[in-house]
């Protein structure tokens, strides 16, 4: 019943794929109008438009405070940093207020838990993205293409995926997240 008010946007039809593959891309574009109280990029920065060395640099010190509180196992000041793209995913996955609480509960504790995992960052792929308003930093080592934040629990055989996407507000001269993807997985 909650799915039945769907309209099709946009036919999504890959190419077909004729040999075995470890990955897979592809781009496909569309229309959408915005549902009120989502954030979008309209008010974002062009990142395109900063030396790519000051980008780079400025992304990596915001990736660094995150990678710090997670390490740290703190994640109540975790949760504030993801307030305003939180928000957004409320809206969209139309959560109510009273389970908004227990998510708001289950999320700390999961950022709580990365204590001691966050491996340092180092071999890794910028992604601008979002028509060069939004940005993200991707693994290249042991977990190719998840989110730079992502870790092992081996402890608790557990992999930690957190793919977090800056954005530069216009008027700001600080990044913050925009949107974020967490979720954990079985090692093995």
Known sequence: NEYGGMKEVSKLKFPAINSPVNQYEHEWSFEANAINGISNLNQSQNLIKIDKNQLQKEVLGKYEELRKLLNDGDGKTFMKEIEKPKE???????????????????????????????????????KIMGNGRA?????????????????????????????????????????EIFRYNCTYMALK
């Open 88 to 126: 957004s995913f409320f809206i969209a996955e139309n959560i109510l207020k009273d389970e908004q609480g227990e998510y708001n509960i289950n999320m700390e504790e999961y950022f709580d838990s990365h204590k001691g995992t966050i491996p340092s960052i180092k071999d890794f792929t910028i």
């Open 135 to 175: 940005i993200s930093l991707e693994n290249n080592s042991d977990h190719k293409g998840l989110g730079i934040l992502s870790s092992e629990d081996v402890p608790n055989n557990t992999l930690n995926v957190n793919y977090i996407i800056l954005h530069k507000p216009v008027g700001s001269d600080k990044f």
